[in-house]
């Protein structure tokens, strides 16, 4: 039975969540639709679900921006707590890829540039989403042209607030898993670099059907942000992407934060660039030798083997063969990759390799059942972590992309 919730009269109902139920309502007196969001009854007594909910609405009446839904109304003090917002005609692309599939690369621009025009506004507002993904972007069907509109910020983060008035506690997981970045799926302090990532898994999965990674278990595609390259267009049989766009996704869809983006405005300039066919600098992932031979001479990798298989030291030091770099003397020189008998021994060699020197990027080779491994490298800023057993070939490109994000950092140093 719907909720009885004053002064509105409910139509019907547009959509149901954990916590509460999104209806279709009319205020008698100024004869306004509203979305008229309640959360459930079983929720409305945890006072945590109720702050979380509260905050949205502050959230979304902060942000004004034509891609971002109005807030009318807002009641947390009552039976039924409510927040009355603008009415959206439309969809969620969730519901529209699951009828029609891919988007068209035209219609993913387009809408790529209007959310991160969005992220602009709200990050410039300290405010991060922290669960971007297409149930949470409406087209808006009263334009003819693709219009999104996004929507539910119940778990966005207001990075002024203090510690004591934070929604969530240090180590957390608060997102969905297709869309999580690493440091969320790690429980790290989050900022915008966070829904950067989580907006390139929403345009890998509009322009492929299908987001980034993709798993049986919840769990294995945590995993598989930490420590896995998605799969190039090409694999997926998807031709009608530019090169230099895929490049740029690419880029967001970086394990460490400092790889991607800066900014929403940056992510979006980029975007732009590769449509008009500018600079994009694009790699060739699955040659990634041809990069090593083009731009890096001679690149230097250190490997700690402290107690390593001879068989993974045979097939690490083939995979730098293959990409045309050099073992290096000492941790000095290039970049680390460390790998050993005992997985708590080798995570500790790379927290003294990272703690002697902050800006050497150092990579972790462990088994990839062990998403807690993973995910406790990440934080004490191991840059990649290399799943075992050894894939040749994928290690090679992790390697390639930290060699290139070290040249890069030369560069602008």
Known sequence: ??????????????????????????????????????????????????????????????????????????????????????????????????????????????????????????????????????????????????????????????????????????????????????????GEALDARSDLYSLACVLFELLTARPPFVATQPVHVLSAHLFREPPTFSELGVSNVPRAFESVLRRALSKPRDARFSSAREFRSALAASRAGGDAREVDFEAAH??????VDAPAVKLALDGAAPALTAQLREALTAIGAREAANEKEGVVLVAGADAEATLKRCQQLVSEDAARLVLMCGSDDDVSLMARAIGHGVFDFIALPLDAPEAGRRVVRALRFAQERRRTS
Do not use: C, W
């Not at 929507?151 to 898993?177: C, H, K, M, N, Y």
């Open 1 to 186: 039975m719907d909720p009885v919730v004053h002064p509105y009269r409910i139509i019907r109902r547009i959509a149901d969540g954990s916590s509460g139920t999104v209806y279709e309502a009319v205020h008698p007196g100024l004869q306004r639709s509203v979305a008229l969001k309640v959360l459930h009854r079983h929720v409305s007594s945890q006072a945590e679900t109720v702050a979380r909910f509260e905050n949205e609405a502050r959230v979304l009446a902060r942000i004004e921006h034509p891609h971002v839904v109005r807030v009318h109304d807002v009641n947390v003090q009552t039976e039924h707590p409510f927040i009355a917002m603008e009415l959206v005609p439309g969809e969620s692309l969730d519901l529209k890829l699951a009828r029609d599939g891919r988007f068209s690369f035209d219609d993913t621009a387009e809408l790529a540039d209007q959310i991160l025009s969005v992220l602009e506004v709200a990050h410039a507002q300290n405010i991060v989403h922290r669960d971007l993904k297409p149930a949470n972007l409406m087209l808006d069907g009263a334009h003819d042209r693709p219009f999104v509109r996004v929507v539910d910020f119940g778990i966005a983060l207001l990075q002024s607030q203090t510690d004591a008035t934070r929604l969530t506690a240090a180590g957390q997981q608060l997102g969905t898993a297709a869309y999580m970045s690493p440091e969320q799926v790690s």
């Open 290 to 295: 041809e990069f090593v031979a083009a731009e």
